[in-house]
T-cell receptor, first 114, second 116 residues
Framework: AQSVTQPDIHITVSEGASLELRCNYS??????LFWYVQSPGQGLQLLLK??????LVQGIKGFEAEFKRSQSSFNLRKPSVHWSDAAEYFC????????????FGTGTRLTVIP | NAGVTQTPKFRVLKTGQSMTLLCAQD?????MYWYRQDPGMGLRLIHY???????AKGEVPDGYNVSRLKKQNFLLGLESAAPSQTSVYFC???????????????FGPGTRLTVL
């Protein structure tokens, strides 16, 4: 079965600094990969997803993620963080075959300081 | 366009009581989902539906039942609530088609349930 690891529980960055959130997955083949963001008191919103093709994926709000098969990773990046990016970020994976299910990581909480 | 709405927003139950959470979507989506979110854990899928009149079990279905009598509504029932069911519950929906469950899911704002 697939699983997702987000090693960082909490990250603090200064506004304007760059950001990288880590995501590692365990799966026998290349899964479907997703990043969702959850603002306080709200539901999740899709930032971007990888199904196939170009391993660098562009998303909304200036985010991008890179799929690295050799490292089983799908890290999320943003070159310059805004205060409004403070939220919880979830990586998720889905199997290409077998049972349909999205498996979410435990999340990384991002704090942005002025 | 309201998107995905959930009723109620908060609820406190005593052990053994029953309740139903209501999810409604106005995007004409085929797929609907119920997740639970617990501290230090990611979202876990309870049940889902790929169309009106159909339901299927997710990762953690025990203790819950669901119904999808109308395409726009997905109900989650707790017949006999237990403290272990204290959680935040999220409903989501997505379009059908080729991507299925892996199409973009649109989430409601959540229901915070406490079972004493």
């Amino acid at each position: 079965a697939q699983s997702v690891t987000q090693p960082d529980i909490h990250i603090t960055v200064s506004e304007g600094a760059s950001l990288e959130l880590r995501c590692n997955y365990s799966y026998g083949a290349t899964p479907y990969l997703f990043w969702y963001v959850q603002s306080p008191g709200q539901g999740l919103q899709l930032l971007l997803k990888y199904f196939s093709g170009d391993t660098l994926v562009q998303g909304i709000k200036g985010f991008e993620a890179e799929f690295k098969r050799s490292q089983s990773s799908f890290n999320l990046r943003k070159p310059s963080v805004h205060w409004s990016d403070a939220a919880e970020y979830f990586c998720a994976v889905g199997a290409r075959t077998g049972a349909n299910n999205l498996f979410f990581g435990t999340g990384t909480r991002l704090t942005v300081i002025p | 366009n309201a998107g995905v709405t959930q009723t109620p927003k908060f609820r406190v139950l005593k052990t053994g009581q029953s309740m139903t959470l209501l999810c409604a979507q106005d995007m004409n989506h085929e797929y609907m989902y119920w997740y639970r979110q617990d501290p230090g854990m990611g979202l876990r899928l309870i049940h889902y539906s790929v169309g009106e009149g159909t339901t299927a079990k997710g990762e953690v279905p025990d203790g819950y039942n669901v119904s999808r009598l109308k395409k726009q509504n997905f109900l989650l029932g707790l017949e006999s609530a237990a403290p272990s069911q204290t959680s935040v519950y999220f409903c989501a929906s997505s379009s059908g088609g080729a991507g299925g469950m892996y199409n973009e899911q649109f989430f409601g704002p959540g229901t915070r349930l406490t079972v004493l």
